[in-house]
Each structure stands twice: as C-alpha cells, then as structure tokens.
C-alpha cells in the first residue's frame, strides 16, 4: 500500500512540477474589443515584469488550435455561423514572479480593464490538485501506519510460534547462564529478515503491476505526461521501503522475544520468571 502511494503521488508531483514550471495566464478578449484596448491590456503585462513573454491568438488561430489538438472534437464546431472561440493573450509567468504574489496582482489588474472577457491563471487549479493530492498522501500514510502496525503484529505472531516451538532450547540455554540478548537475538534477526523479504516480495508485485499498467494505458499516460513516460520508484526510496519493512519486522521481533515474552512461553522454567523479568 504505502508503495502504490508513494508510485503514484510521486509521478504527479513530477507532472505538478513541469507545469508549475511552465505556468501562465490567459486573458481572454471580448469580441468588440479595440485594437486601442488590446494595447492597453499589453502595456500592462509589458510594464509589470512579470511576463516572460506573451502571445496573441486571435479567433482563428484559436478555432485552427483547437481542431489540430482535438481532432477527435472537430466536428463540434462547424454547425456554427460565426467562429465560438474568442482572441486572446497568452502570457508566460517569470518563475520569481509567482514566488512574491506578483503575479496574482497583475491577473487582478488585468481582469478589470475593458475589453477583457475572463482571465485563467494556471496557479489556481494547479493549487488545487496539489492541495487534493496533500489530502490523499495524508490518508495513504494514515492507512500505511495501520497496515505496519498490522504487519509488525503479524511477524510477533510468527516469532511466537518460534518461541513454542524453541522452548526447550530456549530453557537449556536459560540454566547454563545465556544471556537474554543472546537468546532474543535470533528471533529479532528473524522478525527483521522477515520484514525484509516482504518489502521486496511487495516491490516485485508493485513493478509487475507498474509495467502491466504501462502495457495497457501507455498512450494514455503518455499524453497525460505531455510525452514524457510514467517511472518507478527510484532506488533511494526502493531501499527506503526495504529499510521500513526491516524495522518493522525487527521491532516485532523484539516485542515477541522480549524478557517479559520469554519468560511466559510454554516450556520454560517459571522459576526463572522473576529474574527475567
């Protein structure tokens, strides 16, 4: 679970981050603006240093945009009379800008002026999906927490049917004066190899499951991307999620193999109770 969180949240903040990178605002233009109000809409972006560089689109070169991306949606215009897509200025953001708010007061400035029709800022729905995908990396690690409690009792119940079926060992080693580290220490090893060997059982299915997804929506995703191919986790967080597994095997291992554990398993002396205790 927590490595299909990290799969997929970590994927689109790539995707976030090339967009974020490339943000800009568009300002759309009513049908009867002047050519005296474009210029004054222009100045503006000019003179904020704001801008990286603009672009004017007028209505035809909108209505050809359109139909050259979306092939598949061309036919839905031209049952009309007059061209249904407006001119507009297309303006890319300087990275600094959006840093200080600057940005933000010029889409305010610019939406007011006349001739405008609406202005689309990039930031403010990019904002939300990185606050929805906060959401969901918050529930995901929440779930994750309960699914490693769960995994850590499950590697104690493990180690305690070693404990019964260890105990006469276990009592032998007791009365010739083992130490309790020595003693726990095998199945502390065994909780942790444990661990470890789900971890990477559970990246094997997950990069079966990556490469059956990539096979099956590779077009898809690719255009989701802008081109660029959805990847795997890298190798620090693969040994990361190989680390966590480790641990939390281990610490179930030493739960189940602690002093107070050993000294109530069937099959050892419950005179020694006290002093393992």
Partial sequence: MLGSLLLVTWNFERLLARWTSTAEFSVYLRDEATSDQRGAIEGLIDDSRVA???EYVSKTEALARFRREFAELASLVTGFDDNPFPASI???IRADAENDDRADALVRRVATLAGV????YDREWLTRIASGLAVVRGTGFA????MALAAAVTVASVVRLGLQARGDEIEIMQLVGALLAFIRGPFVAEGVLEGGVGA???LG???LGFAAVGAWLGADLGSLLEGDSMQFLPARLCASLVAGGMTVGGVGGFARGAARGLAHEPGVDSRLAPSLD
Wanted: hydrophobic share 65%; no cysteine.
């Fill in 117 to 120: 029709a609406d202005v689309r």
């Fill in 90 to 92: 297309e303006v890319r």
């Fill in 52 to 54: 990286d560089g603009r």
């Fill in 143 to 146: 779930l994750a927490l309960l």
């Fill in 200 to 202: 990477l059982m559970a």
């Fill in 205 to 207: 299915v997950l990069w």
